[in-house]
């Protein structure tokens, strides 16, 4: 992973276009690393700001387009994107797509601009605005797309936070991201689940909260097996908790939640999906056969 780099060669001109609070916070970051930076917004009012930094700023996306080879998106969502490069000459230009899209409108989006005579690279943020410009915060921005675009700005885009190049598939970073996101949500789901349980007790959440920090952290590392059952295709392997004990302990779990007056519908549909692994005969593996009840 980079970080900000004081090279004077890398300090490109460039384009952003969308100041919502992350692009305000990356144009920012650039400002701050002395890049000369041409903005452009919907809402010209948000542009004010980042004009007394120093920005240069554009009237129109065109314009702002026009000023700049290397153009940097970070808008609402994949059809704003569309909208504002909609009637833009992309011919020559490289653009780095930042705003969160799926891996398929990353592919169509490399497509069209492609055909419009621009080079594409796809990126996304794991990372939300206070995090940016704060090396320790972990943050990071995933790359795919074109390796010559990547190598071409690469210290350019690891000032405001990391980066991590994923591939040349335009559509492997949204993957990446999403990837991870939808274990973030279920991570959130299960620390919901928890503090619900005890939600009616004379348990502070504040008592709950470190414990519940340090169990999630210390078994993060099972997913380093899971991924190696997955590419070996045996989900016995390193085993300590197989498929039958983890079904059986969680019948505890949904009963614990039925006395708490606690809904399961956070936990049943995983819990569902063990049991239906289970009565398929895999009780002696692991968890990790759920991923193949997911495909469909």
């Given at each position: 992973m980079e970080q900000h780099t004081s090279d004077p060669s890398a300090q490109h001109p460039f384009t952003l276009l969308g100041l919502g609070a992350m692009g305000t916070a990356l144009a920012r970051a650039w400002l701050a690393a002395g890049h000369p930076l041409t903005v452009w917004n919907r809402t010209p009012a948000r542009a004010e700001a980042l004009a007394a930094e120093g920005a240069t700023v554009a009237g129109t996306a065109a314009e702002a387009v026009a000023a700049n080879r290397l153009v940097v998106v970070c808008l609402l969502d994949d059809n704003s994107v569309r909208q504002a490069l909609s009637d833009v000459d992309l011919t020559g230009r490289d653009v780095v797509n930042l705003t969160t899209s799926t891996p398929g409108q990353a592919r169509a989006l490399a497509d069209w601009i492609g055909d419009r005579g621009g080079r594409f690279l796809d990126g996304g943020i794991m990372a939300v605005p206070p995090m940016i410009s704060v090396p320790e915060s972990g943050g990071y921005v995933l790359y795919s797309g074109s390796t010559d675009v990547f190598e071409a700005y690469r210290h350019t885009?690891?000032?405001?936070?990391?980066t991590r190049y994923v591939g040349t598939d335009p559509?492997?970073?949204?993957?990446?991201?999403?990837?991870?996101?939808?274990?973030?949500?279920g991570m959130f789901s299960g620390a919901a689940h928890a503090f619900a349980l005890i939600r009616?007790?004379?348990?502070p959440p504040k008592d709950l909260a470190p414990l519940l920090a340090d169990w999630?952290?210390?078994?993060a590392g099972a997913v380093h097996l899971t991924a190696a059952q997955l590419a070996s295709g045996d989900y016995t392997m390193g085993v300590t908790s197989n498929l039958a004990m983890m079904v059986t302990a969680n019948a505890t779990l949904l009963r614990t939640a039925q006395e708490q007056g606690v809904s399961t519908e956070l936990l049943t549909p995983y819990t569902g999906l063990m049991a239906r692994r289970l009565a398929d005969g895999h009780g002696d593996e692991s968890?990790?056969?759920v991923v193949d009840l997911l495909l469909r």
């Open positions: 885009l690891a000032v405001p936070t990391g559509g492997f970073a949204a993957l990446y991201d999403v990837a991870l996101l939808s274990a973030m949500t009616r007790e004379e348990i999630l952290a210390a078994m968890d990790a056969g």
